[in-house]
């Protein structure tokens, strides 16, 4: 495999006006987002930004960005506008689509997300953690995968995922956590399909590509890093990454 990770990013957010550029102890959190995608070292990182302001400020951090079309509906279209003009010959075969409110997202993990991709017949590799408390359980912002890890496997099939707690019975649940590992013809193909039935009803992106038969594994990893979606997510991120602070032990609130 030779990977690429590429960061979306837009000014575009109701709950945290301005997120990508928000301060995280002097620097922007988009830029803590491409350091993470540099510490994880598995191939080069850019920004694929919605807004001239993101890619100065990734510039000013030595970082690439890329300017794409500010009316693209979502990240995955702006990683695929942005893979197509930092890589027209193709190089990269396996594009890793990083979420840039993930400011805290261990390094490792961004190295295991691309695990699944060992198999052949996987298109999309992603992560899991498991689900330790009933309110994660129940809250509809937790997205949840329906998938097994028996016998000690560290890779599963994904059979679907929801806001809604699945699979029902004993066992347990899946966090998903929102970075993927597309093949580059599968994220070229996904980008080219129609927005889906239950994509709509569940707002879930990624169901699209089981609608359409792609096959989507999960890897698990210890617990889900927390994403900065409002005022207090930022001022937790602050905390967590003060210079004492490190990343690997920050999780997803309960």
């Given at each position: 495999?030779?990977?690429?990770?590429?960061?979306?990013?837009?000014?575009?957010?109701?709950?945290?006006?301005?997120?990508?550029?928000?301060?995280?102890?002097?620097?922007?959190?988009?830029?803590?987002?491409?350091?993470?995608?540099?510490?994880a070292d598995i191939g080069p990182v850019a920004v694929a930004c919605a807004e001239l302001e993101i890619a100065e400020a990734v510039r000013?951090?030595?970082?690439?960005?890329?300017?794409?079309?500010?009316?693209?509906?979502?990240?995955?279209?702006?990683?695929?506008?942005?893979?197509?003009?930092?890589?027209?010959?193709?190089?990269?075969?396996?594009?890793?689509?990083?979420?840039?409110?993930?400011?805290?997202?261990?390094?490792?993990?961004?190295?295991?997300?691309?695990?699944?991709?060992?198999?052949?017949?996987?298109?999309?590799?992603?992560?899991?953690?498991?689900?330790?408390?009933?309110?994660?359980?129940?809250?509809?912002?937790?997205?949840?995968?329906?998938?097994?890890?028996?016998?000690?496997?560290?890779?599963?099939?994904?059979?679907?995922?929801?806001r809604a707690a699945i699979p029902a019975g004993e066992g347990p649940l899946w966090h998903h956590i929102g970075i993927y590992a597309f093949?580059?013809?599968?994220?070229?193909?996904?980008?080219?399909?129609?927005?889906?039935?239950?994509?709509?009803?569940?707002?879930?992106?990624?169901?699209?590509?089981?609608?359409?038969?792609?096959?989507?594994?999960?890897?698990?990893?210890?617990?889900?890093?927390?994403?900065?979606d409002t005022p207090a997510d930022l001022e937790r991120a602050r905390v967590a990454l003060r210079p004492s602070g490190l990343p690997s032990?920050?999780?997803?609130?309960?």
């Amino acid at each position: 495999m030779n990977p690429i990770v590429l960061i979306p990013s837009r000014m575009a957010a109701t709950r945290l006006p301005g997120k990508p550029l928000a301060d995280i102890n002097g620097i922007p959190m988009i830029v803590h987002v491409l350091n993470r995608g540099r510490e994880a070292d598995i191939g080069p990182v850019a920004v694929a930004c919605a807004e001239l302001e993101i890619a100065e400020a990734v510039r000013a951090a030595g970082g690439i960005a890329v300017l794409t079309d500010p009316s693209l509906p979502r990240g995955s279209d702006r990683v695929h506008a942005a893979l197509s003009s930092l890589d027209p010959q193709g190089h990269h075969d396996v594009v890793v689509n990083l979420q840039g409110d993930l400011p805290t997202i261990p390094p490792e993990y961004i190295r295991a997300v691309l695990a699944p991709l060992a198999d052949p017949a996987i298109d999309i590799a992603t992560l899991v953690a498991p689900i330790t408390t009933p309110e994660e359980a129940a809250s509809p912002s937790v997205v949840k995968a329906a998938c097994a890890f028996d016998g000690g496997r560290a890779v599963s099939p994904a059979l679907y995922f929801s806001r809604a707690a699945i699979p029902a019975g004993e066992g347990p649940l899946w966090h998903h956590i929102g970075i993927y590992a597309f093949r580059r013809q599968a994220l070229a193909r996904f980008v080219a399909l129609p927005e889906s039935p239950l994509e709509r009803r569940e707002s879930l992106e990624q169901l699209r590509a089981l609608e359409a038969g792609m096959r989507i594994a999960c890897a698990r990893v210890e617990f889900a890093p927390f994403g900065v979606d409002t005022p207090a997510d930022l001022e937790r991120a602050r905390v967590a990454l003060r210079p004492s602070g490190l990343p690997s032990a920050v999780k997803s609130p309960a």
